[in-house]
Every structure is written in structure tokens, then in C-alpha cells.
């Protein structure tokens, strides 16, 4: 459909969306479970010569010794050394302990001036205040309310600093990345007045990259909710790009790009750019009804998504009343409120049963052509499994060549006129009499008469119903399950199958005949989601069985359809 989200684009950033303090972390090159709490060291003891003593890991107070000696910064130290005390940062557990194992060794108080590049985190805890600025300018203009910080790391710097932390440091110390988005985190939340730091469903993520310090924004869509009516017919219900340039703007869209001036989505969605500062929207409805089909009712669900927003929330009232004055009449939308990425979810997945009422004329029908109407469906396309079954009992008679996409072709014989035909060359009627499969011997007369006698018998019309057949047939149809292969309109986004489809209800029929004889018939029905409305009064050439038109034997031609309502929400 025109203008969706495709649900993959989120995918990817969800991987960096757990990167925050407290959960497993993960980035582009690094998705190593990481063993928490491990309680022995596994490794082999690291053996430089054969009397070298083996270095106990932290804390005990050979171990912080050493980890002092490697260079290890005060943030690592404190988060390695396991002495921090509860509420303790990282840094100032650090210092502590550099002064206590060093007691006065001024070579090791000055050991950083020796090894200046922090073995675990290569200084990179020195740059948090950088970092928390840089997201801090980075989110100027944006009226956020929950932010979510990431960070990618290479996956050898990840890896290293892993093995290195193995066999130094405290068994259940935090891993590099949670400990840096976390002190960013930290010195971010007291800057940003009225914003939480969350580690899920943000309004913008702010991925760090550690190896530029920079920062990139993945800025989360807006999502409201709310019903729409629609009252004139002609809107089709999302964008349409043109089908002559493809939406790149020509001289018949008016350089628009778009199929038709206007739709529900762009009548909605572009005063609400306006209102949350966005880029561009996408509409995500309960179903959708034809271009010609007006929606009443309580209207019909939907989500708009507002992407790359300033905002993500909005008084919604003062929207919902600009959107309906500037809207003029021709839709109406009530109900708004917030939303969010999981109702798009809902609103299109729930199976709404929907009402309509539909209005069409009825005339003739030849028995040719009801016997196209009610020939046998090809069930081998059903979408419920049905092994065992005969398939070429089922079998159309149109599908010989086992085409379903090909429909049940009407052998149509053209009937000649005596008149024209007498018009015709002495070469042109011989042509004709080989493509009518009838004998070319013979002067002009006897060709015009073999010709003629090729015509097909005058076929007779059916009997009309009358008004109480019609009512009764249209009664019964309340309960009746619908055999539906997928018209030919739809073909192209939906996959030729037969469905079934309950009609629920039938209500309000009525007949009416005016004067040159044409009976018009209207009434409402009610269906579960997904049944082909139109098609289960025109009978879609046999495609929709039983139909209105097959049961009455006459010819059914829609008028109009209306959107009733949607029973749901
Ligand atoms: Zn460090
Ligand atoms: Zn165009």
C-alpha cells in the first residue's frame, strides 16, 4: 500500500535499542552473549615463564595492584575493582583504591603518566562529558520526552576489553558499553529537564559511535489514533501516485505526482505535519473501502504515522477541529487521541465484521449467462486445505490449461447483418465465411446465405423476479457462507485463492421499479472482514457463489456502496 512504514525499517535500530545500562548490550560487530557473574576463572592461568606467580583477579589486593600497574583509569578501576559502595560512581570507588594500593608509591600514583592509554576502555570514560554534550546539542529542537542512548563499539575493542576484564577483574563487573551509556545517561538526565532516559520505545535514539564520538539521531515516528468518515465518494483512502509519471509530477497530474487531487490520508495527515513538525506520513486504516464507496457510520479506525517529528504529542482536539474545518465536509474524523507503533499493529490485523448497504439494478439474463454465474468454482486454490479432493471434478471448465488467473471465457458468436454483408467485396465475404468455418463456393448470394445461416439461434432472456422473489432471496442470504475467488480488480496485491465468507446479517431491502421498467434494489448486509461486497451481488462472472445475481437469475449492476459501519473498537 502507498505511504506504509514497512515495519523492517525499525529491525535494525532495535539492536542497538538494548544498549542501555542494566541489559545485555549489544552493536553492529558484537553480538557476544556476554557470561555474567562468572564465578571461577575457566582460562588458563597466563604463564610467561615457568616461575612466573600467578595473578589473582580483583579485589584482592595483588589483583588491584596490578590492574593499577596496566594504567588502568580511575572509571575502569572502579568499575573493575569490585570495592564500590552502593551509589558510589565508578570514578570516585577509583581513586579510592589507587590511593589505598599504592600507599604512597608515588611511581604508582603517577602510573597513568607512564601508560597514558587505559587498557579496558582506551580513555574513552574521559570523553563522557563530551559525548553527553554533543547529544545535548544534537537534541536541540526537538520537544522530547524519552530518550534512549546507544553506543556502537568494534568488535575488537569489545572482545579485548571482555578477555582483559576475564582475567583481571572482579567476577560480575559491568562490560564496557552499559557502563559508559550509563554515566552518559546519567550526566544527560541532569541536564534535560522534563526528558527520561529509557531503555525501550524512545522518542529518539542517540546512537554513539566511539570510535569518532559522534552521534546519530534515529528519530522515532508520532502515532495517533482516530476514526474517519467519509462523505463523498471519489477520495480514495491512501495516496495514489500517478500512474502516468509514477508520482515524479507530468502535465496530467498537474505536476502533483498524484492520481487524484486529494485522500483520507493526505486531508489528515498533512495538517498533522504541520502540528508535529514532521517530514512526511503514512496511513494505516482498519481495511479500506473502494474509491467510490462512501464511509458512515462511527467511522473507520485507523493510525497516521507522523515520521521524523519535532514533536510527539500535540493537543489532539485542536487538531482533530483544524483537520475537520479545513477538511470541508468531505471527511470528518472523531476519537483522536495518542497512539503508538503497536496499535498500527492492531488496527490492521483485527477482523473487523463491517455493514454496508449497497444499491443496484436488475435486468435480464440469457441462460448462457447464468450458467457462467453458477458454474463449478475451481476449488483447487481454496485457502483451506481440501486433500483428497477430486481436483479435476472441481476443475472450471475455463481452466483447461490450469490458468487460474484465466476467467471463464464467454464464446461470443458476432450475429451478422444481411444488409451489411451485401456491402461487403466478393474477396472480404470468402474471408469471412473461412473465419466462420462455412463453405466459400458459390456466388456472392449463396456466400451471404452460408454466412447467415452461421448466426446463432436468438437466445431468450430469462423471466424477471418479482419484488417478493428478490426480498426472499435477499433474507435468505443472512447466514449463507460465501465462496469468493479473488476478482480480477484485486488481483495485483492479492493472491488468487477462494476464500469463504459469512454473510451475517440482511436487513432493510427494498424494490423499486420506476416507469421505463428498471428495477433498482437496496439493502444492507452485514459481513465478516475481508468479504468482496459488490462481487456478492454481481457474482463476479461465477467468481462469487452463491450471488445475488445467480440466486434471482437476473443481471446485477451496483450503483453504489456505502460504508455502514466498523464493529470493532
Ligand atoms: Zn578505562
Ligand atoms: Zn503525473
Redesign the pocket.
Known sequence: MVGDSKPEDDEDWMKYANSGFGSTDYSLWDDVEEPENEPEQLDEPEQLESHTEEIPRAPSPAGLKHLVRMGTCDSCLGRLGGKRSFQQTNESSGIQIRDSISEGNQRLLKIREEIPLCPFCENLFEEADLLADVIADALQGYAIEKLQIGARFPKDQVEGEEALRKRFAAGGSDALKPSLVGLISGKLSERLSGVSIVNDKPDILALIDVLTLTVTLDVRSAYIYGRYKKHERGIPQTRWP????????????N????QYPSSVQDLIGNPLIEFFEGREHAFHGMGREDIDVRCLGRGRPFVLEIKEPKRWNIDYDTAMKEINERANGSIEITDVRRSNRSEVVRVKDTPAEKSYTIRFVIEPLTQPELDVLTAPLDLTKEDVQQRGRGRRKHRRRGDRKDNPKKPLERVEVSILDESELKKLKKAELVELCTERGCSEKGVKADLIANLLATNPEPVETLPLPDEATILGIIEKLEGVNLAQRTPERVAHRRADLVRRRKVIETRDASVESDDTGVIAVEFTLRCESGTYVKETVHGDDGRTQPSIASLIKAKCTVEWLDVGDIHAD
Open positions: 500517478c500512474r502516468a509519471c509514477k508520482g515524479r509530477g507530468c502535465e496530467k497530474c505536476q502533483t505526482g498524484q
